[in-house]
C-alpha cells in the first residue's frame, strides 16, 4: 500500500492523545460565573419576607380612603380628643407574641452564644452564588476547548420527494435533483436520483434492470449548503426511456391529454401505452432528455418562514411565479464562522431554522435538444427571475410533483453518506434509508480533512461528429472505470442511480436523437480505489443507437473510442479534457499513454483533433491535487521507505540530491495553494514535526533539518492566521490550528509500528472510514473517541502541594515550613488529618481516546524504529520535540522570529503538549519535578521567556495588537507550565517578566496600558486551577521546622489546619508585608496591583480600576464554587490569603461610590475626615512597603518623587463607578465572612481607633450598597420605566433625624470630591429612586433588554430576581452583623476604644432604617438588645442622638405588617424603656424620644399602618404587666401613661389620612396637632418640621421656611432659659423682623415646662448647633422662595452666633449667600421676575362641609394662578368628595344669602383678592417685596347699580369695595387663613369716575417717564386717552359728571376733586405727547399730528368743563364741627364687625 494513502487513512483513524488537567475546570477560566451555574447554585433559596414586598400598592387603602372622605369633614375633636373611646380600642387589640426568656437575667456571654448560635444556623455557603459576575467582556483567562476536527457540513437541508403524477401514466419517468448556484455559475451539488414509479411501471423495464439495492431507493437527501444566496435553484430533471422520435414529439401527449379526459381517450391511450411497452422491452437501458423545472430555494424557505402555519403547502407553478415571492428575507448566516465569508453583493440567507414546506410544483419545462448544456441551464435559470421570463411563454408540461422541503434535524436515522456507507444510529439495515448528498461549495472551504473519501465525479460535456462518415445519430457514450486493458478489466466502482444495484461497471449517457453532435448532461459518480497504479484509466466508448426495429440491424453500433489514464507521473490527473476520438479499439498498452498521442497506425475522428468535451473532478482526501505539496509528501515518503531514486513529475531524484531538494519543497510549500495546505494541515504538521524529531539520514548522514521545518512551520500558521481571521478565538488563536494541538498532535516517536491497515488494502481502508466518520460526528464522539488511558495517579491538580524547593530561592531566602501538605478534595476516602501523605502523583492526564475497535493502539508505544535500522543499519538519532523548538525558537532571529512571535501562543501550545506527552511516555509523571527536563532544555525556556518579556515591554506602543496576544500566550504558556515543571521555577520566570514589565511601567509618565497588560498577564497565571495551593495557604509566616521533600495528598484530608495561628505576628498576615508576599506570591502580587492601581495617587491608572477589581472578584468567586475549598476551616484558610484586602479596601473609603447618597440621610456618617484619612494613623500601607510592593522588590527604581511626598491636604479623589465599588465591597464581605473570627478579633485589637472607625464606615457603605430593591422595583425595571418623582421623605427624615450641623459637615469635608463629580451631584436626596438604575447589578440585564428589544422578562423571572436580591441582601447584612459582633468583642475584651461603640450603633441603625428582611431585623435586634445590656451608659448618657434615632427605628417596625418584625421590635423598644428606668427610676428620655419619633413616623410615612402599631404597643403594655421584677416600682404605670398618649398621637393620624388628599386641611390638622403641643416644646418643633416637609413637597418655600422659623424661634426661647449668652436671640422677639406671627412661639403661658426637666428640650436642636441649623435652612427656604430680603433677616440673627464662635469660614460663607441674595434684589427689581403669590377669598357654605360651613378664608396660591385654576381645583376636589351635583361654585363675588340656598347642596364662592394698603401703610411699603409680605388685608370690589345690574352708565354705575382681615399675616405656617374681620366701602358714580380718572392719569405719568422709554406703550396709553372715538372716554365722563353744577351740595366736593383730576389729566397728556415727538421716526409723524389734533379738539371741549368753579367751596369756612360730621357720613359705609 502506498505510504502516503497509509499515512492518510492513519491520520483519519488514528485515536487522539488529549491531555487533561484533572482539576484544570475548576480554575478560574473554566469556572466562570455563568448564569446558568448561577442558577444551579441558587437552587433551595429560602423565600426571604420583605415588608417592602408585603405593603400593599396602596390602592387597597382607596375604598376605606373614599368611605372615610363621604364622612363628615368635622375636626371637632380637639387633639387631646376623647380619651375614653382611645384607650377602649388599644384594651381591645390583640399584643404580637412575646418573645420567651425576654425579662430573664441571663450573663451577656450566654446571649451572645445564644445569638450566634442562631445567626449562624442555615446561613447560605456561597456569598457569590448570590451576586452576579460583573459586567466583563469575555474574561482574559477564558480558553474555549478547540472544536473537534470534523467533516464539514454547510447548512443542511431534507428534501424529501413525495409522489410525481402525469396527466397520463404511460411508462416510467427517472428523476434528478441536484443545487446550482447561478452567480457562480456552479453546481453545488452532486445529484439525487429517485424514481417515483408505481410497481406496474417498472415493471415495463424489468428484463432491463437487475434487483435494486436499497441505497438506491432512497426519496429523502440531505443537501449541505455552505454558502447560502439568492442565487441557489434546486433543478429537477426528468429522463424517460429512449423512443423514436425528438423529444417534441414524446412530449407532445403529455401536454395535450388531460386527466379528466381519460375516458374520451382511452382508446388513444390504450396505443401509446402499448409504444411504450415495446420501447421498454427493446431500448430499456437507453435514456432520452424529457423535462426539467427549477425552485427558487429562498424564496421557498423565507415564505415558509413567514407563513402561520407549522408546516406550509406552496404551489409553485414555475410559469406564474407568485409577486410575492421575491421578497427576499435578509438574516445572517448560521454555520461556521470560517465559511461566512459571503460575498458583498449577497443578502446573508439562513436555512437553519424555518418551516418545513410542502411545495407542489406543477408545471415542467421540456427539454430543448439543442440546449442541454450548464451553460444554457444557467441561461434559463438567470431569466426565470425576470418578471418576464421567455419561459412563461412556453407551453408547460403539467405535471404535479410533491416535494418536502425542511431544515435536516441533527441526526437523522437511516442516513447515508455520498460513499453509502452508513451513518451510526441505522437501527434497521431495511429500511428506505436518506442519502447525504455531497457538496461542492461555491467558494473554498477551508477545513482539514478528517475522513477518507475518495471519489471521482466524470462529466461528458459534449461531442462533435459532424465531420465523422457514416450514419452516427443517436449517440450515447458508455463510460467504465479500467484497471488494466482487457474488456472484463472494467471495475464495478460506478455509484448506480436509482432503482438499480449499487455499483456497475458502466454507465451511459442520454441519448438526444438524431443528432450528430449531442450535448451531455450526465454525471457518473466513481469510488476511486485506494492506491491507483498507471495502468487505471476512464475508458469511452461512443456508441449509435437504432431506434427502429429493423432486421438484423444490431441495437447498438461501437463509432468511437477514447480514454484518460488516471495518473500522470504518479499524480491524479482531472480537469476539463477535449480529446481526440479513435475510430478503431485502442490497440495494446494504450493505457499508459493519453490520446492525445499519435499513436501509429490508428485511424481518427476528424484528423486527430480534439471532438470530446469531458471534465474530470476528483473530491478526495488523499490526493492533495497541488504540485508543491505532493513533491513535500513524495520526498518524505521516499526518506521513509529508503526507496531511491525517487520520480517525482519528470524529474528523478537521486540521493546525494535529496537533501537540496527537500530543503527546496520544504520553502516551496509557501506557494502551494491554500485550500489543499488547510485539507491537508494535519497530516503536513506531522510531517513537519516529524523532520524534526527523527532528522533523516541521507546517504548516511544526518541531516538537520530543525530550522527549515520550524520556518515552514512558522510561514504557513501565519499565512493560515491571516486568511483566516474569521476563525479565531479572542486570543487570536486560529482555531483548525488549536485544535490541531488539542487533538490530532502527538509526538510522532510514539507512534505504534502501525501494520497495513486490513487486508487487500481497500477493504481496510473503507473500514476506517466508517469509524472515523462515526466518530466524527459530535453526538457520538463521546461513545467513541475517548477512553482514558492514564492509569498514572491522577492528582496533579487535585492536590495542592506545597510548592519545589526552588520556590524558595525566589520566594525569598527564609526556608518553608514543608510540614503541612494540604487538602485535598479528590477522594471520598479522606484518610484522618496530620496523615502522612503519599508523594503525590502529578497528573497530567492524558486521554487517548480510542475508537471502538479492540486493540487499543496506543498501549503499544515501544518506540520501535526498526524499519528504519534494518536499512541504513543505524539508528536514526531521536530529538525530544519541545526541546529542539525550545531551542530553534531562541535561536532563530529576523523575519522568522516575527513570525514565531506573531503567533507564539501555537508554538508555546504545541511545546506544552509535547512536554506532557513526552513525561507521559517515558513514565516520568511520577518522577519529582526537578528531574523531568535536563537543565540545558530549562536554560532555553528562560531565554525564550526572557526575550519576549522584553518584547512586550519594548513594543507594547507600536504594535499594540501583536503585544496583546503575546502576552496572553505567555501567560498561558507559565501557567501551563506550572502543572508540568518545578513550581520554584516556574516562579522564577513569572519574576523576570513581571521585573522587566514593573521596571518599564516606572518610567512611564502614561502607564495604563503596559499596567492593562500586566493585569491580564497576572489575572491568566492566577487562572490556574491551584492558584490556591501555589500560594502556600497553610505555611504560615515563620521559619520551618525541617525542609521536607515535595508532597502533596493524594488521599488525605490535609494536616494544615492544626497549626497554630497565634505566634505569628498578626499584622503581617494583613499588611502586603515582605514576609506575607514571599509567603503567598501569587496572592501578593495580585493584592499589590490592587493597592497600586485604587491609590488615588496613582497617575493614570485610573481606567484600570475596573479591571483590577474584576480580576480579584473572579478569583474569590470562584474559590467560592470551588467543591474542593467548600470545608468552612479549608474556606478560612484560603480566606487567610486575602485578608490585607480589608486593609487596601480601608485605604479607599474616601474613593468608593456613595451608595448612602440616594438614601433617606444624605451623606454617609463619615467618622473620621479626610484629613485624618492621610495621616499616618490612617495608611495601612507605609509608603516604602508600597514602593517595595509596586517594584516587586525592585528597590533600585524610584518612583516619580511625589509618589514619596504625603499628599497635599485633601485630595481630589476621583470616585470609583457604581459597579466597581459594589464588587470590591462584595470581595470585603467575602473576606469577612470566610476568615477566621479569632484571627480577625485579634486584628482588630491592634488597629487605632481611627482605622477601626473606617473599618465601620466601609460596612455602613456596605449596608447601602446592598440594600434590597424590592419587587417593585424589579417590576418598574422591568417596564423599564423610570418615573422620577420627588422623595420626600428622604428630606423629612433628614429634617426630623437632620443630617444638618457636625455630622453634616464632617461628612462634607470628607467627601468634598463628590461635591464636584457628576454622581455626586446629579443625585442629591431629591431622587425618589432610594436605587438608582446604574447601581444596581441588574444593569447588565436591562440593558441587553435594551439592545436585544427581547420582550420583557417573565414574571417568574422577576421573581426568581426578587428572590436572589432577598437573599444577597440578608446574607450581606448579616455578615456586616458578625463582624459587628467581633468588633463589639474586642471593645469588651480590651476594655478600651468604646469610643467605636458609637459608630458600630451608626451602622446597627443604618441597617435598620434599610429595607431588610424579617430575618435579619429579627437577629439584628436580638444582637441591638445585648448591645444596649453592655453598654447602657452608652445610648442613655454618650449617643443621645443615637437613643432618637433608635426609638424612630424601633417605632417604624413595631408598625410593620410582619409579626415576627413587630414581636421583636416590641421586644427591643420595651427593653429600652425598662433599661432607661433601671439607671434612673425614671424613663424620661426613652419616653420623650418615642413620642417625638412617633409624630415624626406619623406626620411623614404615606403607606403607615396604625393597625399594626396599635398591636406592638398592646404588645408593649402586655410586657409591662408580665414583668414581675418591676411590678412594685412606677414603671408598670409610666408605661400605660407613655403608650396612652402614644395612642392618641395615632387617633390623630388616623384623621390626618382622611385628609390626605385635601393638602390645606391636611395642613390645618397639623397646625392643630402642633397647637396641641405648645407645652411640650420637642413635640411641638416635631410637628412644626412636618409640616415644613409637607410644604416643600408641594414647592411652597415661603411656607417651608415661615415653620423653620417658628421652630427656631422656639428653640430661643427655651434656649434662653437654659443658658444666658448674649449673643444668642432673646428668644421669639428677636424674629419679629422676619414675621409677626413668630411672637406666638414664646413660652409665656403658665404650663410651661422648664427646660431643665429631664427629657425635655433634650432633642438634638435645642442647642446651638440646632439653632443653627434650623436658621440655615430657613435662609434656604427663603432664597427658594425668592424672598432674599427675608433671607437676610434670617441671617442678622445667624451672623452674630457666627461672631462670637469667631467662625470665619462660616461668615464668609454667608456673607458669599447675602451678596447673592441681594444682586438678585437688584437685577429683579421691577418684580415681574418674582412672583411672590395670588390671593384668593373662599367661602364655604352649606352643612355638607361639617366645620368649615360658614367660613371664610384667604388662599394663598403660586403667583399667577388664574382664577379658573383654582376654581377648577377645589370644584374638581369636593366635586369628587360630595358628588359633582351637590356641590356649585358661586359665580359672583355678591354678599351670599344664607336662606336662599338649597340645604343638600354645597356651595363654594372663590373670589380673587388684592392686598389692601392704607395710604400711611405706603410710606413704609416701598419695594415689591414690602407690598407681598407680612399682608393681613385683603380687598375686593363688587361693581353694581342700584336696579340690581353689574354694570350701567356711567351716572349709575355703583362699586362695592371690601376689605377683609385674616387671623394671621401671610406668609404663615399654612396657605389658608381665617378672615377674622370685614368691611365694606361703597363707592358712588362720582367716586367711581375719580378713581378711574386718577387710574388714568397715573398710567399716562407712568409711561411718560418710563425708563428708558417705551414708545408703544406709550402710544397705546395716548390712544386711549385722546382718541376721539373713546366710548365712555374722558370726554364723555366730563360731560356727564362736570356740566352742570350738582343740587346736592354733598357732593361739592367730589365734583371738584374731579375736575382737578382732569385738569391734571390734561397736563399729562400735554407731556406724553412732546415725549412721544422726541422718540418717533419720520414715518410716524403724520400719526403724531393726528394725535397732536385730537388733543387739541379734546382740550377745548374740556376747557368750559375744567374752568367752572363752585363758588360755594371757596366762601369763608362755615363752623368747622358740623361740616366735618357731614362729609363723614357723605359717602355711605357700612361696618360690618
Known amino acids: 500500500m502506498d505510504p502516503h494513502v497509509r499515512d492518510c487513512v492513519r491520520s483519519y483513524t488514528e485515536d487522539w492523545a488529549i491531555v487533561n488537567r484533572k482539576y484544570h475546570k475548576l480554575g478560574t477560566g473554566f469556572n466562570p460565573n455563568t448564569l446558568d451555574k448561577q442558577k444551579e447554585r441558587q437552587k433551595g433559596l429560602p423565600k426571604q419576607v420583605f415588608e417592602s ?241 427549477a425552485i427558487h430555494l429562498m424564496n421557498i424557505v423565507s415564505s415558509a418562514g413567514s407563513l402561520e402555519r407549522d408546516s406550509t403547502e406552496v404551489e409553485v407553478g414555475t410559469g406564474e411565479r407568485k409577486g410575492s415571492w421575491s421578497e427576499r428575507r435578509n438574516s445572517s448566516i448560521v454555520g461556521r464562522r470560517s465559511l461566512e465569508r459571503t460575498t458583498s453583493g449577497d443578502e446573508a440567507c439562513n436555512l437553519s431554522s424555518f418551516r418545513p414546506a410542502t411545495l407542489t410544483v406543477t408545471n415542467f419545462f421540456k427539454q430543448e435538444g439543442d440546449r442541454l448544456s450548464d451553460e444554457d441551464l444557467y ?15 412556453l407551453r408547460p408540461i403539467t405535471a404535479q410533483l410533491k416535494i418536502d422541503i425542511s431544515p435536516a434535524p441533527e441526526n437523522p436515522h437511516y442516513c447515508l453518506t455520498p ?35 475518495n471519489l471521482l465525479y466524470v462529466y461528458p460535456q459534449s461531442l462533435n461528429f459532424a465531420n465523422r462518415q457514416g450514419s452516427a445519430r443517436n449517440i450515447t457514450v458508455k463510460v467504465q472505470f479500467m484497471y488494466g486493458e482487457d474488456p472484463s478489466n472494467a471495475m464495478p466502482v460506478i455509484f448506480g442511480k436509482s432503482s438499480c444495484p449499487e455499483f456497475s461497471k458502466e454507465a451511459y449517457t442520454a441519448v438526444v436523437y438524431h443528432n450528430r453532435s449531442p450535448d451531455f448532461h450526465e454525471e457518473i459518480k466513481i469510488k476511486l480505489p485506494a492506491t491507483l497504479t498507471d495502468h487505471h484509466h476512464l475508458l469511452f466508448t461512443f456508441y449509435h443507437v437504432s431506434c427502429q426495429q429493423k432486421q438484423n440491424t444490431p441495437l447498438e453500433t461501437p463509432v468511437g473510442y477514447t480514454w484518460i489514464p488516471m495518473l500522470q507521473n504518479g499524480r491524479l490527473k482531472t480537469g476539463q479534457f477535449c480529446l481526440p476520438v479513435s475510430l478503431e479499439k485502442p490497440p495494446q498498452a494504450y493505457s499508459v499513454l493519453s490520446p492525445e498521442v499519435p499513436l501509429p497506425g490508428m485511424k481518427w475522428v476528424d484528423n486527430h483533433k480534439g471532438v470530446f468535451n469531458v471534465e474530470v473532478v476528483a473530491v478526495s482526501s488523499l490526493h492533495t491535487q497541488d504540485p508543491y505539496l505532493d513533491k513535500f509528501f513524495a520526498l518524505v515518503h521516499a526518506l521513509d521507505e529508503h526507496m531511491f531514486p525517487v520520480r517525482i513529475g519528470d524529474m528523478r531524484i537521486m540521493e546525494n540530491n535529496l537533501e537540496n531538494e527537500l530543503k527546496s519543497s520544504i520553502s516551496a510549500l509557501n506557494s502551494s495553494q491554500l485550500e489543499p495546505v488547510v485539507r491537508f494541515l494535519h497530516l503536513l504538521l ?222 508555546f501550545e504545541l511545546m506544552v503538549k509535547s512536554m506532557v506527552h513526552h513525561l507521559y511516555f517515558a513514565d516520568k509523571l511520577e518522577a519529582t519535578r526537578k528531574n523531568r527536563f535536563p537543565e540545558r532544555f530549562m536554560d532555553d525556556v528562560s531565554a525564550l521567556v526572557s526575550t519576549i518579556a522584553g518584547d512586550i515591554v519594548s513594543r507594547f506602543q507600536k504594535d499594540t495588537e501583536m503585544v496583546e496576544r503575546l502576552n496572553t500566550s505567555l501567560a498561558f504558556f507559565l501557567n501551563d507550565l506550572l502543572s508540568i515543571m518545578d513550581r520554584g521555577f516556574v516562579f522564577g520566570l513569572i519574576k523576570t517578566c513581571y521585573k522587566q514589565v514593573s521596571a518599564k511601567v516606572y518610567s512611564l509618565t502614561n502607564p495604563s496600558n503596559l499596567a492593562s497588560l500586566k493585569l491580564d498577564f497576572l489575572r491568566i497565571i492566577c487562572s490556574h486551577e491551584h492558584y490556591v495551593t501555589l500560594n502556600l495557604p497553610c505555611s504560615l509566616l515563620t521559619p520551618p521546622a525541617s525542609p521536607s521533600p515535595s508532597v502533596s495528598s493524594a488521599t488525605s484530608q490535609s494536616s494544615g489546619f492544626s497549626t497554630n495561628v497565634q505566634d505569628q505576628k498578626i499584622a503581617n498576615m494583613f499588611e502586603l508585608s515582605v514576609p506575607f508576599r514571599q509567603q503567598h506570591y501569587l496572592a501578593g502580587l495580585v493584592l499589590t496591583e490592587l493597592a497600586v492601581i485604587l491609590d488615588p495617587d496613582a497617575e493614570g491608572l485610573f481606567g484600570l480600576h475596573k479591571k483590577v477589581i474584576n480580576m480579584v472578584h473572579n478569583l474569590l468567586s470562584s474559590h467560592d464554587s470551588d467543591p ?26 474616601p474613593q468608593l461610590y456613595d451608595f448612602t447618597e440616594s438614601h433617606n440621610q444624605r451623606g454617609r456618617p463619615s467618622c473620621v475626615a479626610v484629613d485624618d484619612y492621610e495621616s499616618e494613623g490612617g495608611s495601612m500601607i507605609s509608603q516604602t512597603v508600597a514602593m517595595a510592593i509596586a517594584g516587586t522588590s525592585v528597590p533600585q527604581l524610584t518612583r516619580p518623587s511625589s509618589f514619596l511626598l504625603p499628599s497635599s491636604g485633601g485630595r481630589q479623589h476621583s470616585t470609583f463607578s457604581t459597579e466597581s465599588s459594589r464588587s470590591l465591597l462584595i470581595c470585603l464581605l467575602w473576606v469577612l465572612k470566610n476568615a477566621d473570627e479569632s484571627v480577625l478579633q485579634k486584628w482588630f485589637t491592634d488597629l487605632s481607633v481611627l482605622q477601626l472607625n473606617r473599618l465601620l464606615d466601609l460596612l455602613y457603605l456596605c449596608v447601602s450598597c446592598f440594600e434590597y430593591k424590592g419587587k417593585k422595583v424589579f417590576e418598574r425595571m422591568n417596564s423599564l420605566t423610570f418615573k422620577k418623582s420627588k422623595d420626600m421623605r428622604a428630606k423629612l427624615e433628614e429634617a426630623i433625624l437632620g443630617s444638618i450641623g457636625a455630622r453634616q459637615e464632617m461628612v462634607r469635608r470628607s467627601r468634598g470630591q463628590l461635591e464636584r463629580s457628576p454622581s455626586g451631584s446629579a443625585f442629591g436626596s431629591q431622587e425618589n429612586l432610594r436605587w438608582r438604575k446604574d447601581m444596581t447589578h441588574w444593569r447588565q440585564n436591562t440593558e441587553k433588554l435594551d439592545k436585544s428589544h427581547k420582550p420583557a422578562r417573565s414574571r417568574a423571572e422577576i421573581e426568581h430576581e426578587a428572590l436572589i436580591d432577598g437573599n444577597l441582601a440578608t446574607e450581606a447584612n448579616l455578615i456586616i452583623l458578625d463582624t459587628l459582633e467581633i468588633v463589639v468583642q474586642t471593645v469588651s475584651v480590651t476594655e478600651s476604644k468604646e469610643s467605636i461603640l458609637g459608630g458600630v450603633l451608626k451602622v446597627l441603625l443604618h441597617s435598620m432604617a434599610c429595607n431588610q428582611s424579617a430575618l435579619y431585623l429579627q437577629h439584628c435586634f436580638a444582637t441591638q438588645r445585648a448591645l444596649v445590656s453592655k453598654f447602657p451608659e452608652l445610648l442613655f448618657e454618650e449617643e443621645t442622638e443615637q437613643c432618637a434615632d433608635l426609638c424612630l427605628r424601633l417605632l417604624r417596625h413595631c408598625s410593620s405588617s410582619i409579626g415576627p418584625i413587630r414581636s421583636h421590635a416590641s421586644a427591643s423598644l420595651y427593653l429600652l424603656m425598662r433599661q432607661n428606668f433601671e439607671i434612673g427610676n425614671n424613663f424620661a428620655r426613652v419616653k420623650m424620644q418615642v413620642t417625638m419619633s412617633l409624630s415624626s413616623l406619623v406626620g411623614t410615612s404615606q403607606n403607615f399602618n396604625e393597625e399594626f402599631l396599635r398591636r406592638s404597643l398592646k404588645t408593649i403594655l402586655t410586657y409591662a404587666e408580665e414583668d414581675l421584677e418591676l411590678r412594685e416600682t412606677t414603671f408598670p404605670d409610666q408605661v400605660q401613661d407613655l403608650v396612652f398618649n402614644l395612642h392618641m398621637i395615632l387617633s390623630d393620624t388616623v384623621k390626618m389620612k382622611e385628609h390626605q388628599e385635601d393638602p390645606e386641611m391636611l395642613i390645618d390638622l397639623m397646625y392643630r ?54 449673643y444668642l436671640p432673646v428668644g421669639c422677639v428677636t424674629f419679629q423682623n422676619i414675621s409677626s406671627n413668630v411672637l406666638e412661639e414664646s413660652a409665656v403661658s403658665d404650663d410651661v415646662v422648664s427646660p431643665d426637666e429631664e427629657g425635655i428640650c433634650s432633642g ?275 360731560q356727564v359728571f362736570l356740566s352742570e353744577i350738582p343740587n346736592d351740595p354733598k357732593l361739592f366736593r367730589h365734583h371738584n376733586k374731579l375736575r382737578l383730576c382732569f385738569k391734571d389729566f390734561t397736563k399729562r397728556c400735554e407731556d406724553a405727547l412732546r415725549k412721544n415727538k422726541s422718540l418717533i421716526g419720520p414715518d410716524q409723524k403724520e400719526y403724531q399730528r393726528e394725535l397732536e389734533r385730537n388733543y387739541h379738539r379734546l382740550k377745548e371741549a374740556l376747557q368750559p368743563l375744567i374752568n367752572r368753579k363752585i363758588p360755594q367751596l371757596y366762601k369763608a369756612v362755615l363752623p368747622v364741627t358740623c361740616h366735618r360730621d357731614s362729609f363723614s357720613r357723605m359717602s355711605l359705609r357700612k361696618m360690618e364687625i
Open 1124 to 1149: 474542593r475549598y467548600a470545608d468552612p476551616q479549608v474556606k478560612a484558610r484560603v480566606a487567610m490569603l486575602y485578608l490585607p484586602l480589608i486593609g487596601v479596601i480601608m485605604e479607599t473609603v
Open 1660 to 1934: 438634638k436642636y435645642f442647642t446651638e448647633a440646632g439653632l443653627v441649623g434650623l436658621l440655615e435652612q430657613a435662609a434656604a427656604s427663603f432664597s427658594m422662595a425668592g424672598m432674599y430680603e427675608a433671607v437676610n433677616e434670617v441671617y442678622k440673627v445667624l451672623i452674630p452666633i457666627h461672631e462670637a464662635n469667631r467662625d470665619a469660614k462660616k461668615l464668609s460663607t454667608i456673607h458669599g449667600k447675602l451678596q447673592e441674595a441681594f444682586s438678585k434684589i437688584v437685577h429683579q427689581s421691577t418684580g415681574w421676575e418674582r412672583m411672590f403669590g395670588t390671593y384668593f377669598r373662599v367661602g364655604f357654605y352649606g352643612t355638607k362641609f361639617g366645620d368649615l360651613d360658614e367660613q371664610e378664608f384667604v388662599y394663598k396660591e403660586p403667583a399667577i394662578t388664574k382664577l379658573a385654576e383654582i376654581s377648577h381645583r377645589l370644584e374638581g376636589f369636593y366635586g369628587e368628595r360630595f358628588g359633582e351635583d351637590v356641590l356649585e361654585v358661586i359665580k359672583d363675588s355678591n354678599p351670599v344669602d344664607k336662606c336662599k340656598l338649597d340645604p343638600n347642596k354645597a356651595y363654594i364662592q372663590i373670589t380673587y383678592v388684592e392686598p389692601y394698603f392704607d395710604t400711611y401703610e405706603m410710606k413704609d411699603r416701598i419695594t415689591y417685596f414690602d407690598k407681598n409680605y407680612n399682608l393681613r388685608r385683603f380687598m375686593y370690589c363688587t361693581p353694581f347699580t342700584l336696579d340690581g345690574r353689574a354694570h350701567g352708565d356711567l351716572h349709575e354705575q355703583f362699586k362695592r369695595k371690601t376689605i377683609l382681615t385674616t387671623s394671621h399675616a401671610f406668609p404663615y405656617i399654612k396657605t389658608r387663613i381665617n378672615v377674622i374681620h370685614k368691611e365694606e366701602i361703597i363707592l358712588t358714580p362720582i367716586e367711581v369716575a375719580i378713581e378711574d380718572m386718577q387710574k388714568k392719569t397715573q398710567e399716562l405719568a407712568f409711561a411718560t417717564h418710563q425708563d428708558p422709554a417705551d414708545p408703544k406703550m406709550l402710544q397705546m396709553v395716548l390712544q386711549g386717552s385722546v382718541g376721539t372715538t373713546v366710548n365712555q372716554g374722558p370726554l364723555e365722563v366730563a
Open 379 to 393: 441561461k434559463f435559470l438567470a431569466d426565470m427571475r425576470r418578471p418576464s421570463s421567455v419561459l412563461r411563454r
Open 686 to 907: 506531522d510531517k513537519l514535526i516529524l523532520l524534526v524529531v527523527r532528522p533523516p539520514v541521507i546517504a548516511g548522514q544526518i541531516v538537520n533539518l530543525g530550522q527549515a521545518s520550524f520556518e515552514a512551520m512558522a510561514s504557513i500558521i501565519n499565512r493560515l492566521h491571516k486568511n483566516l481571521d474569521g476563525n479565531q478565538d479572542q486570543h487570536g488563536r486560529n482555531s483548525l490550528l488549536a485544535s490541531y494541538i488539542y487533538y490530532v498532535f502527538r509526538l510522532p516517536n510514539t507512534y505504534p509500528n502501525s501494520p497495513s491497515p486490513g487486508p487487500g488494502g481497500l477493504g481496510g481502508s473503507v473500514h476506517y472510514a466508517t469509524m472515523a466518520r462515526s466518530a466524527v460526528r459530535p453526538a457520538s464522539l463521546n461513545l467513541n473517541r475517548s477512553r482514558s488511558l492514564s492509569n498514572s495517579n491522577p492528582d496533579i491538580s487535585g492536590t495542592p502541594t506545597s510548592p519545589d524547593d526552588e520556590v524558595r530561592s525566589i520566594i525569598g531566602t527564609k526556608g518553608l515550613d514543608r510540614s503541612n501538605s494540604w487538602v485535598n478534595t479528590g477522594g471520598p476516602k479522606a484518610a484522618p488529618w496530620g496523615s502522612n501523605p503519599s508523594p503525590s502523583a502529578e497528573s497530567t492526564q492524558v486521554v487517548s481516546s480510542a475508537t471502538d475497535r479492540s486493540c487499543n493502539r496506543m498501549s503499544s508505544h515501544t518506540e520501535t524504529s526498526s524499519f528504519l535500522q534494518t536499512l541504513t543499519g543505524r539508528l536514526p538519532t531521536k530529538k525530544l520535540f519541545h526541546e529542539e523548538l525550545a531551542l530553534q525558537w531562541v535561536v532563530c532571529s529576523g523575519s522568522v522570529r516575527e513570525a514565531a512571535l506573531q503567533q507564539a501562543w501555537f508554538f
Open 53 to 293: 414586598d408585603d405593603a400593599p400598592d396602596g390602592n387597597s387603602y382607596q375604598d376605606e380612603q373614599d368611605d372615610l372622605k363621604r364622612r363628615s369633614m368635622s375636626i371637632d375633636d380637639t387633639p387631646r380628643g376623647s380619651w375614653a373611646c382611645s384607650i377602649f380600642d388599644l384594651k381591645n387589640s390583640q399584643p404580637d407574641a412575646l418573645l420567651p426568656n425576654l425579662l430573664d437575667r441571663t450573663p451577656n456571654e450566654e446571649i451572645d452564644h445564644h445569638n450566634e448560635d442562631q445567626r449562624k444556623s442555615g446561613r447560605h455557603k456561597e456569598l457569590f452564588a448570590l451576586h452576579p459576575a460583573p459586567d466583563e467582556e469575555e474574561p482574559i483567562e477564558r480558553l474555549s476547548v478547540p472544536e473537534v476536527p470534523k467533516e464539514h457540513f454547510g447548512q443542511r437541508l431534507l428534501v424529501k420527494c413525495l409522489s410525481l403524477k402525469f396527466e397520463i401514466e404511460i411508462e416510467p419517468i427517472f428523476a434528478s435533483l441536484a443545487l446550482y448556484d447561478v452567480k457562480e455559475k456552479k453546481k453545488i451539488s452532486e445529484n439525487f436520483y429517485f424514481d417515483l414509479n408505481s410497481e406496474q411501471m417498472k415493471g415495463m423495464l424489468r428484463p432491463h434492470v437487475p434487483p435494486a439495492a436499497i441505497s438506491t431507493l432512497a426519496r429523502s437527501a440531505i443537501f449541505s449548503i455552505t454558502y447560502p444566496s439568492q442565487d441557489v435553484f434546486l433543478v429537477i430533471k426528468l429522463e424517460k426511456v429512449l423512443q423514436q422520435g425528438d423529444i417534441g414529439e414524446c412530449a407532445e401527449p403529455y401536454m395535450i391529454f388531460k386527466e379528466s379526459d381519460a375516458a374520451k381517450n382511452k382508446e388513444k391511450l390504450e396505443k401509446l401505452k402499448g409504444q411504450a411497452e415495446q420501447f421498454c422491452q427493446r431500448l430499456g437501458k437507453y435514456r432520452m432528455p424529457f423535462a426539467w423545472t
Open 1569 to 1622: 396637632i402642633a397647637k396641641g403641643y405648645q407645652n411640650s416644646p420637642d413635640l411641638r418643633l416635631t410637628w412644626l418640621q412636618n409640616m415644613a416637609g409637607k410644604h416643600s413637597e408641594r414647592s411652597n418655600h415661603a411656607e417651608s421656611a415661615q415653620c423653620l422659623v417658628h421652630s427656631a424661634a422656639l428653640v430661643a426661647e427655651y434656649l434662653s432659659m437654659l443658658e444666658d449668652r448674649k
Open 419 to 453: 460513499e453509502l456507507l452508513q451513518v451510526k444510529l441505522y437501527p434497521d439495515s431495511r429500511v428506505r434509508p436518506t442519502r447525504e448528498i455531497l457538496e461542492f461549495p461555491a467558494r473554498d472551504v477551508y477545513v482539514p480533512n478528517t475522513t477518507y473519501r
